[in-house]
T-cell receptor, first 115, second 114 residues
C-alpha cells in the first residue's frame, strides 16, 4: 500500500510568484485535504476535495485554490505568494464514511519559503 | 464550533517515566478525536483515534488515550517513556460541516531525558 506523497519537498519562491504543490493520495482514498502549518503551530485546514469537487474550505483567501484529478491526486495553487505564506504544507487523504472519514493520513509535507 | 486545547506546550519526562499529554475538546456533538505525532521535518503520523465504542483506545508505540465525556478530555498516556518518543504531539477533533476536516490543537513538544 502506497502512502501519501508530496512534491516538491522544498520550494523557494519570490514574493508575488505563483506556487504549485502536488499530492498523491494513499491507495483507495478518494478525499484529499490540505493544511498549512506555520512554524510552531498546529496545522490549519485550507480546503478539501472529494471526487474532484471542493468539499469544504477554511479561512484562507481565494488566492489559495486547488484541484483534484480523476486518480484522486491533487494540486494546491497559491497566486501572488506573500511572505506570510511561508510554511509547511501538508496533504492528507482519507476515505470511508462516518467517523472513519475523519481519519486522515498525512504526507511528509512541502516546505514553502517565500522571500 | 469544535475546538481542542492542549495544556502545556512543552512536557519533559525521564526515560521510563509515565507520559501524560493533556487534551480537552469543545464540541456540541459527539466528537471524533485523534492524536498525531510529528517528528522533526516530517508529516503527521496517526497514533490513535476515538470515533465510537470503547472509550479507552490503544494506539501505536504503546500509547493509549481515554475519552471522558464528563470531563471533555482525551488525554494521551504511555506507561514508560522511551527516548524515541521525543517529538511533537497534536490532538485533533473532527469538525462537522464544510468537509470532514480536522481542527488541531497547538501541539505539545515532548522531551525525554536520560
Amino acid at each position: 500500500e502506497t502512502g501519501v506523497t508530496q512534491s516538491p519537498t522544498h520550494l523557494i519562491k519570490t514574493r508575488g510568484q505563483q506556487v504549485t504543490l502536488r499530492c498523491s493520495s494513499q491507495s483507495g482514498h478518494n478525499t484529499v485535504s490540505w493544511y498549512q502549518q506555520a512554524l510552531g503551530q498546529g496545522p490549519q485546514f485550507i480546503f478539501q476535495y472529494y471526487r474532484e469537487e471542493e468539499n469544504g474550505r477554511g479561512n484562507f483567501p481565494p488566492r489559495f485554490s486547488g484541484l483534484q484529478f480523476p486518480n484522486y491526486s491533487s494540486e494546491l495553487n497559491v497566486n501572488a505568494s506573500e511572505l506570510d505564506d511561508s510554511a509547511l504544507y501538508l496533504c492528507a487523504s482519507s476515505s470511508g464514511s462516518g467517523g472513519d472519514s475523519y481519519e486522515q493520513y498525512f504526507g511528509p509535507g512541502t516546505r514553502l519559503t517565500v522571500t | 464550533a469544535q475546538s481542542v486545547t492542549q495544556l502545556g506546550s512543552h512536557v519533559s519526562v525521564s526515560e521510563g517515566a509515565l507520559v501524560l499529554l493533556r487534551c480537552n475538546y469543545s464540541s456540541s456533538v459527539p466528537p471524533y478525536l485523534f492524536w498525531y505525532v510529528q517528528y522533526p521535518n516530517q508529516g503527521l503520523q496517526l497514533l490513535l483515534k476515538y470515533t465510537t465504542g470503547a472509550t479507552l483506545v490503544k494506539g501505536i508505540n504503546g500509547f493509549e488515550a481515554e475519552f471522558k465525556k464528563s470531563e471533555t478530555s482525551f488525554h494521551l498516556t504511555k506507561p514508560s517513556a522511551h527516548m524515541s518518543d521525543a517529538a511533537e504531539y497534536f490532538c485533533a477533533v473532527g469538525v462537522t460541516g464544510g468537509g470532514n476536516k480536522l481542527t488541531f490543537g497547538t501541539g505539545t513538544q515532548l522531551k525525554v531525558e536520560l
